[in-house]
């Protein structure tokens, strides 16, 4: 039987994209793989609470123990050399990351992004693309690169801006598609890579 593929997951916040990573890959949605790491640079962070509580290997890399970017960034790598993922999934993880940690893990590292890049990368894309009068937002899933959203996109899932909208309503729709988009990108991405060495 061939080893199952390594998934690290990084992330800050809510974890609600890790968590329909994790339902994905208990659904075999994500074929033949397996979550290896979880890593939040919030001690606190929901989504690390909730991968506890699904019995996955969990980790804080927390600000205040690891202050400043190359600190915090040693103890991630740290962790990532014992998981040997073959792809990294930032779900949430709200700090840019070095050119160096990029390019450790070039072609390996996807994110997703509430917005249909190359529009409104950043912050408050949800925000920024209402007030820009979109007739149509979304999410997408893509390969990490040195700058901001700026890699090269996996898949993008369309939905609609409705009249009356608020940043809540239009950011829990684009939610929905991110749930299932980002699953769909890790299948696709997997198939094309060959395995990390052990
Ligand atoms: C999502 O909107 C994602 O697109 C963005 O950060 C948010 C994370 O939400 N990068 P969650 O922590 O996965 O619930």
Redesign the pocket.
Known sequence: MTERRRLAIL??????????IADAVAAGRIPNAEIAAVVSDVAQAP?LARARERGLPAHAVDRKAFPGRAAREAGILAILDRARPDLVC?????RLLSPEFVGRFRGRIL????ALLPKFPGLD??RRALEAGEKESG?TVHFVDEGTDTGPIVLQKKVPVLPGDTEETL?AR??ER?HEAYPEAIARVLDEIAPTAR
């Open positions: 992330l800050s916040g809510r974890g609600s994209n890790f968590e329909a989504g930032l779900a949430g993880y709200m994110n997703i992004h509430p894309a949800q999410c950011s684009i939610l991110e």
